[in-house]
């Protein structure tokens, strides 16, 4: 691997044979080699030496048990460690590592989402063609997206998550090229690692002309067993097809070269993006090969790298932990970023009061609430006036059914910010909870007066003003609310009230319409929660039975 004259093409398939010869079995020879690849410092090995980081990772995953038993990959590291960009590229092999996670959900929101949108818009008009060859560019056309937005606000803000989550470097290729895997070339496991070349074997009785090749090589975001897909498809369209999509495609070109120039410039950002492809072709092999079912599927396992023994010296720094906690966050997998907020909270480093709020958010996100309120109250404690803090304990207290020490942390949110329509309409909830209806009612009105379109606050002055027998004001309010997009518990809850002063024909519809809507069942257990509220209002429990019999015999005629 240290030969001068190795094609450094050839030094990246002899890295991927390594990394599955190890998956299968342990060798320490080839351990070794991987390490010497690692260590390549050349520009013209820069590819060689992060695909075999990422071997490296991925090796010493597999057999973390039996570490302790070979001394020399801890001195083998620590020699690698010496290289002055190693932490900063082992960072980014884990985060883009977490970010393979993404790449099913993401297929899954193409296939069940954004694909049948767009061809709601195709079909008004629109031209597939069109959408590809944009959509091939690493940035959308602005007129295109402003059309869309103009059809479609759902698939706007989808092309707009697009472009950032394209940025972070998620993978929102997978599901387009995997149908484009079945060619006779993807048969050999070698050709899923070979970097592209428009000069192969595979090409020679339809070579790829000169312009395809130039795209190839400057398109930043495509793996290369993905512009080896796209070259096979392009090469069987037919001739006036092809000259079609070159010319579309021909206009990107000068952006990606532009685009290629400008990551040139940083360095970091062109390794990680390096590793990022290399992960994808590893990806798509795992997932696509036609014989992926008989060997181990390493996109399976937590990859938590982080916390390997054999790697978490190199780790452990604040700044480089709380990055991969912050990807675990924001990509939805709080159970992954805890430990991290934990071991920084033990060690005394970062940011106590954002370790506290961001540990007690992970924690309520599984619902361990008693645990996240704690965290909460510890960084209350730092920062008394967080408002976002006020809100989250309040919650907490609210799910522990505690709502008068919610109120406490809600009330004084409101002093810091008055008005604040969210916060009121939770008020008025937990007054409502403690029974407290006259409080409750006067929160509900004060959010009903700032917005007289909330219907959450007209349900509670509805329900407060039937508890306290103002029925007139009741009947009014449950009235509006049936007028405009009502909910089945509109229609129950005006049945009360109907009942309450004595309309029995109008409570019967009223209760009839609720049943529709949910079922007789879901309405049976509603009532029966109300029973002690009827019973208030002078319902006698005979009669609650006799309407229950009634429309319980309706239901079934039905």
């Not at 010496?82 to 590229?89: G, L, S, V």
């Not at 395809?212 to 498809?233: Q, R, W």
């Amino acid at each position: 691997l240290h030969a001068p004259t190795f094609p450094a093409d050839v030094k990246t398939l002899i890295v991927s044979a390594l990394l599955l010869g190890l998956q299968a079995s342990f060798d320490r020879e080839k351990l070794r080699l991987l390490f010497d690849a690692a260590t390549l410092s050349s520009p013209a090995d820069l590819n060689v030496s992060l695909q075999a980081l990422v071997a490296l990772c991925l090796t010493l995953y597999t057999y973390r048990p039996r570490l302790d038993l070979y001394p020399e990959v801890h001195d083998r590291l620590e020699v690698l460690a010496e290289m002055p960009d190693f932490r900063r590229r082992l960072q980014s092999v884990i985060i883009r590592f977490i970010l393979t996670r993404e790449t099913e959900k993401v297929a899954h929101r193409m296939k069940d989402e954004i694909i049948p949108e767009i061809m709601k818009l195709t079909t008004r008009g629109g031209k597939p063609a069109d959408f590809i060859a944009e959509l091939s560019g690493e940035e959308m056309n602005p007129e295109w997206v402003d059309r869309m937005m103009g059809q479609s606000d759902k698939l706007s803000a989808w092309m707009r998550e697009y472009s950032e989550m394209q940025e972070e470097g998620i993978d929102l290729l997978h599901s387009t090229f995997g149908p484009l895997k079945r060619f006779p070339f993807f048969y050999e496991a070698g050709n899923w690692f070979l970097p592209f070349t428009a000069h192969h074997t595979v090409f020679r009785d339809r070579p790829v002309d000169s312009f395809v090749e130039g795209l190839m090589h400057a398109t930043p975001f495509m793996c290369d067993s993905d512009k080896y897909s796209l070259c096979f498809s392009m090469l069987y369209l037919p001739d006036l097809q092809r000259r079609a999509l070159s010319e579309q495609l021909r206009g990107d070109l000068t952006q990606l070269k532009e685009q290629q120039a400008a990551e040139l410039g940083d360095r970091g950002k062109h390794e990680e993006r390096l590793i990022g492809l290399y992960i994808r072709n590893l990806y798509r092999f795992y997932k696509l090969h036609p014989g992926h079912a008989d060997f181990d599927d390493i996109f399976e396992r937590r990859l938590d790298f982080h916390r390997l023994p054999v790697l978490s010296p190199y780790l452990s720094d604040a700044e480089t932990l709380l990055r991969i906690a912050e990807v675990y966050l924001r990509k939805g997998y709080p159970d992954d970023a805890r430990p991290i907020y934990e071991e920084l909270l033990r060690r005394g480093e970062g940011d106590s009061e954002m370790l506290h709020q961001k540990l007690g958010y992970c924690l309520q996100s599984v619902g361990k609430v008693d645990d996240a309120l704690r965290e909460y109250l510890r960084a209350e404690m730092i920062n008394p006036d967080s408002k976002w803090l006020l809100r989250r304990i309040a919650a907490c207290y609210r799910t522990l059914k505690q709502p008068d020490r919610a109120i406490e942390f809600l009330l004084r949110h409101d002093r810091l910010e008055p008005d604040n329509l969210s916060v009121l309409l939770h008020i008025g909830h937990c007054y409502l909870e403690q029974k407290r209806y006259d409080e409750a009612l006067k929160y509900y009105f004060k959010v009903d007066y700032l917005d007289p379109t909330h219907a959450k606050a007209q349900r509670g002055v509805a329900w407060c003003s039937f508890v306290l027998g103002k029925y007139e004001q009741a009947r009014a309010t449950y009235r509006k609310l049936i007028a405009d997009r009502p909910q089945p518990e509109d229609y129950l809850n005006a049945g009360h009230t109907e009942w309450a002063v004595h309309n029995v024909k109008s409570a019967y519809a009223y209760y009839r319409q609720a049943i529709a809507g949910e079922g007789f069942d879901t309405f049976s257990t509603q009532l029966e929660a109300d029973r002690h509220a009827l019973i208030r209002a002078g319902i006698a429990r005979e009669e609650i039975a006799m309407m229950m019999d009634e429309l319980r015999y309706a239901a079934a005629e039905e």
